[in-house]
């Protein structure tokens, strides 16, 4: 039995730019869209275990297919905001917070309700997007976990990938 | 204002500055890091050494932020002013090192930017085995010498030269344009490509070749090439069949295939529309539009389509033949190489490959194509 996972309206349960949450949210869409029609069923991999999600969209019209052409942007940001949905059913994690990096932009993670003042005790988010079968998204997992841990050292992180095409999120500590 | 204020107005300029640089408008997007920028330092200056992490994590993306918005010197004054700090943990201090010698590459490369021509294409290897700053050198060597290739192919075209099937670049082409390795931070493991000025330069018929526009016609390619999954896009910007044949294959020959990296990311600083990532689904797509070109066997004289698996072993263009080592020890010959070209080729000797052919009423293999094989 699928329950639904909710990628659109993450604000204000997530506390980070709403406008950018949408537009994670459209970005979604466009890859999800791309290889599936709604209501679609992924199936989420963590600690062992698979929890199966149904998800939900609004058609896209051509005007928000062409807004994010870029198919590699269009997988990072879409697979951001349903790694975020995916990480608040599975482990009760919100994105507290945006940082930027020399190349993009790092999310924190806290218990909901954390305030979003304090990275104290925050974890990492490393997120990847894929158009590949499963055995690539699983092998983009490892990758992802071994980067992460190459980058942050002793850092509390977790690394998600999001097959599109696949219909696999993949949530693991790195 | 809070530190939570400054920090979620900084959040809103750099979103704005992300949804500006997809839409191309670079110079929007940089207006608006800065004013992100400005508005994570205040955040910055709010928080005292009694959150180590959060006054890391704030520094470093204080510091990203003036770095995309090109403001080097508060970006540079800014790293070195919380380097100083004791509390910054290690995370942060490694982050903040690695943006320090991007500011120094970026200072060196405006220093060196009389010797070179405009546009440079930059390189990053990333995934499996490659560490940051670090990677197998067959993995580079092969890839550079790919890119080298292609970059040589491209200045050709563009000089409307007949395909050269054997042998380097002609004298006139290879003394006019000499592409360098320009090195970069680490990040995963990159550098950049850029054409070395040459007094020989004057020799080159400019009417048919602008210099300057080397290293966006090499991204015109590369771009086309790897992201066309019809063929129709690269049709139109390569014209010539056995040019467009080649360069497929070259960048068939730079995605992944071992797992020893996972994408090669081609992008250009003067060009922030372009990026180009070669990875897993790069190969599926070229496959599809290399084999709707091929030759196809005449059936109607008994002809049949073949597949070898195994090592290249030897291979001679001039006499027509290359001989494959199949899993069972067999040494198979496939003649008629007329549609190989020695820098698509060559990389391949002495490793797992897969021939394609047209096996005759008679047994004989004629060569279509070859291709590294996955593992």
């Given amino acids: 039995m699928s329950r639904p996972l909710r990628f659109e309206n993450l604000h204000p349960r997530h506390p980070i730019d709403p406008h950018q949450l949408q537009g994670y949210a459209n970005a979604a869409k466009v890859c999800l869209e791309k290889h599936h029609a709604p209501p679609v069923t992924f199936e989420a991999v963590s600690k062992g275990e698979t929890v199966a999600y149904e998800l939900q969209w609004q058609p896209i019209d051509d005007m928000l297919r062409r807004s994010y052409n870029n198919a590699d942007d269009a997988k990072r940001d879409g697979a951001y905001v349903i790694a975020f949905a995916a990480v608040e059913d599975l482990e009760g994690l919100v994105s507290i917070g945006r940082a930027e990096t020399k190349t993009g932009a790092d999310y924190y993670l806290a218990p909901a309700g954390t305030s979003p003042e304090d990275f104290e005790n925050a974890v990492r988010l490393e997120v990847s997007g894929t158009d590949g079968n499963p055995s690539q998204a699983k092998t983009r997992l490892r990758q992802k976990q071994q980067q992460t841990r190459d980058g942050t050292g002793e850092e509390p992180a977790i690394a998600a990938v999001v097959g599109f095409r696949s219909k696999l999120i993949l949530v693991e500590r790195a | ?375």
């Avoid at chain 2, 081609?266 to 897993?280: L, N, P, Q, W």
């Fill in chain 2, 1 to 375: 204002m809070d530190w939570l204020a400054h920090h979620q107005q900084s959040e809103a300029h750099a979103s704005r500055a992300h949804e500006h640089l997809r839409q191309g408008r670079t110079q929007d997007a940089e207006d608006a890091f800065r004013l992100a920028a400005e508005a994570e330092e205040a955040a910055l200056a709010l928080l005292d050494e009694s959150k180590p992490r959060t006054l890391g994590i704030t520094a470093v993306s204080a510091v990203s932020l003036w770095f995309k918005g090109k403001d080097f010197v508060r970006a540079s004054r800014l790293a070195h002013r919380y380097l100083a700090m004791p509390a910054i943990n290690d995370a942060a201090r490694a982050q903040l090192d690695d943006l320090l010698l991007t500011l120094y590459n970026e200072r060196d490369k405006q220093r060196m930017s009389g010797q070179f021509l405009p546009g440079s294409v930059t390189v990053a290897v990333r995934g499996g085995e490659v560490l940051r700053g670090a990677a197998p050198l067959d993995l580079i060597v092969e890839k550079v010498k790919t890119l080298q290739s292609m970059f040589y192919r491209v200045v050709e075209m563009a000089a409307n030269k007949p395909l050269r099937k054997r042998g380097g670049p002609t004298k006139d082409v290879a003394d006019s344009f000499e592409p360098w390795l320009v090195q970069e931070a680490p990040g995963s493991f990159q550098f950049s490509v850029a054409v070395k000025v040459n007094g020989q330069m004057d020799l080159f018929d400019k009417e048919r070749l602008e210099a300057a526009d080397i290293a966006k016609k090499f991204l015109d390619v590369v771009t086309t090439v790897a992201s066309d999954s019809t063929g129709e896009a690269t049709k139109e910007l390569i014209p010539d069949p056995e040019y467009r044949a080649t360069f497929r294959k070259l960048v068939r020959n730079l995605t992944p295939t071992s797992g020893s990296f996972e994408a090669l990311v081609i992008t250009s600083k003067e060009r922030d529309d372009v990026a180009v990532a070669i990875d897993e689904t790069t190969r599926p797509r070229l496959a599809g539009v290399l084999k709707a070109e091929q030759p196809k066997p005449d059936e109607a004289s008994g002809e049949v389509p073949a597949e070898l698996v195994g090592v290249l072993r030897a291979l001679d263009l001039d006499k027509d033949w290359l001989k494959v080592e199949t899993q069972d020890g067999a040494q198979v010959e496939v003649n008629k190489l007329s549609q190989a070209v020695d820098d698509v080729i060559g990389p391949m000797v002495n490793k797992r490959v897969v021939v394609r052919a047209i096996k005759t009423k008679k047994g004989d293999l004629r060569f279509t194509d070859i291709e590294l094989a996955e593992d």
